[in-house]
């Protein structure tokens, strides 16, 4: 897959071991040399055609993303980690086409969890995280699936943050919580679901993940479910956290 014909932004949060970040624009380069690459975070360190964003110690995955989001000016942006490895099955071009036909806000590709087997092979492994949402009486359920099928892309409600979206719809939105740190990610699409931002996977993209499993929004806190202005959430495992009264909004 060649490049994508629009300018595109790649904005990489860098939260990861050393090197990560180094690895992650090795592998943008090899598949998009004209993207332009800005990267925050605790590790992000200094690399050739890399804009650091400078942040502040301990700073959230939803303030270094709003930080690099403010310095967008593509119509277009892609969100990557620095825990992830691109290549030809994860051409960002693919997560921008059903974007640029106007079918979806925000296309979000799957991940491939990679462990290094006996120090020269690689153990690879699906981690699908994409599903759907189900809001009853102030109770919020995961399920995991699609709710349609499109041309080269599946419709659903929440995905891995690694994706392709609209600049001006994420920013409307309000980008991310700065102030989540566990569940920001599940909250953000909660979020983007009540602005109307139309979501969709797009499961042949599939992205190397190294370093911990990739979480399926397995890790939820009390404050975010709160933040998610429900009383309670499911998850796709069953697992249930309840909200704090007082963090309701009125």
């Not at 990679?114 to 153990?123: D, E, G, Q, S, W």
Request: glycine share 10%.
């Amino acid at each position: 897959m060649s490049a994508p014909a629009v300018p595109l932004t790649v904005l990489c949060t860098a939260f990861g071991p050393q090197g990560g970040l180094a690895r992650l624009a090795a592998s943008l380069r090899a598949i998009d040399p004209a993207a332009r690459l800005i990267a925050a975070g605790p590790a992000a360190e200094a690399c050739p055609e890399v804009d650091v964003v400078k942040t502040a110690a301990g700073i959230s995955p939803g303030a270094a993303r709003n930080a690099m989001l403010a310095r967008v000016r593509t119509p277009h942006f892609a969100l990557v980690g620095d825990e992830l490895e691109l290549h030809r099955g994860a051409a960002l071009a693919d997560l921008l086409a059903p974007v640029l036909a106007g079918r979806l806000d925000l296309a979000a590709g799957e991940l491939v969890r990679c462990r290094k087997k006996l120090l020269v092979l690689t153990n690879r492994e699906p981690a699908p995280g994409h599903g759907t949402f189900q809001l009853d009486k102030g109770s919020l359920a995961l399920h995991a699936g699609v709710r349609t099928a499109g041309e080269g892309y599946q419709v659903c409600d929440y995905a891995h943050h690694f994706f392709a979206a609209r600049t001006d719809k994420v920013r409307a939105m309000g980008g991310w919580d700065p102030q989540l740190v566990v569940g920001n990610e599940l909250e953000f699409f909660v979020r983007a679901q009540r602005f109307n931002v139309r979501i969709g996977v797009c499961p042949h993209v599939a992205a190397w993940h190294w370093g911990a499993p990739a979480a399926a929004h397995g890790a939820i806190s009390v404050e975010a479910v709160g933040r998610m202005n429900v009383c309670r959430l499911t998850l796709a495992d069953g697992t249930t956290v309840q909200s704090q009264p007082a963090r309701l909004a009125a």
